[in-house]
Nanobody
Framework: QVQLVESGGGLVQAGGSLRLSCAAS????????MGWFRQAPGKEREFVSR????????YYADSVKGRFTISRDNAKNTVYLQMNSLKPEDTAVYYC???????????????????WGQGTQVTVTS
């Protein structure tokens, strides 16, 4: 029902910035809350950020708070993750995900989300 495609990853020096995009299909994109997760080699996928369907509420992992900003443009069916002041520990594959629930107690859990993109690699060098 919903297809997600991430883009914008790449190689960047510590302290630099990247903006990730997640393009979504479907007429009902605006009904989905959207999340960003990341997975480093040998580690489990972890929550990064979430934005409500309207864009009015945002949530961040403590590790990225103050550095990353999630946003969405429902007219373009796109969710963004602006990543500033990048650190080597931010190196991971970044995934976007869609959640049909308007609200959630468990927005950091992978199984809250219904659809996932293929991921985009972010590598931060020191």
């Amino acid at each position: 029902q919903v297809q997600l495609v991430e883009s914008g990853g790449g190689l960047v020096q510590a302290g630099g910035s990247l903006r990730l995009s997640c393009a979504a299909s479907g007429r009902t994109f605006s009904n989905y809350a959207m999340g960003w997760f990341r997975q480093a080699p040998g580690k489990e996928r972890e929550f990064v950020s979430r934005i409500s369907a309207s864009g009015g509420r945002t949530y961040y992992a403590d590790s990225v708070k103050g550095r990353f900003t999630i946003s969405r443009d429902n007219a373009k069916n796109t969710v963004y993750l602006q990543m500033n002041s990048l650190k080597p520990e931010d190196t991971a594959v970044y995934y976007c995900a869609a959640d049909h629930r308007p609200r959630s107690y468990y927005y950091t859990r992978l199984d809250e989300y219904d659809y996932w993109g293929q991921g985009t690699q972010v590598t931060v060098t020191s």
